[in-house]
């Protein structure tokens, strides 16, 4: 059964830094793209990096690019996300997933969640 267990979640001002991690167990395939996706109150589940078992392709929507950092440790089954220059709009549950398909199109496995809140 395949885990994703996400940390490093917690509180910071506007304009401070998050480093998320998240370590994935149980894996049976070889081929997959892990990534981030955030979900504040009331809106939709968005998502935020992806970067594929290579660590060579990487995907951030365009109004987070130059913000957030993903990187991968495979040595470690972990990804991180580097979160700088946080703003109060960047409050949300953060969550990682895997696909063993395009990350942007189906969403295989979940973590349970970590809540980034950035206050002004």
């Known amino acids: 059964q395949v885990q994703l267990v996400e940390s490093g979640g917690g509180t910071v001002q506007a304009g401070g830094s998050l480093r998320l991690s998240c370590t994935v167990s149980g894996r049976t395939y070889s081929d997959f793209t892990t990534g981030w996706f955030r979900q504040a109150p009331g809106k939709e589940r968005d998502i935020v990096a992806a970067?594929?078992?290579?660590?060579?392709?990487?995907y951030y929507p365009d109004f987070l690019r130059g913000r957030f950092t993903i990187s991968r440790d495979n040595a470690q089954n972990t990804i991180y996300l580097q979160m700088n220059n946080l703003q109060p709009e960047d409050t949300a549950v953060y969550f990682c997933?895997?696909?063993?398909?395009?990350?942007?199109?189906?969403?295989?496995?979940w973590g349970q969640g970590t809540q980034v809140t950035v206050s002004s």
């Open positions: 970067i594929h078992w290579s660590g060579l392709t990487t």
């Open positions: 997933a895997e696909s063993r398909a395009a990350l942007t199109r189906r969403v295989d496995f």
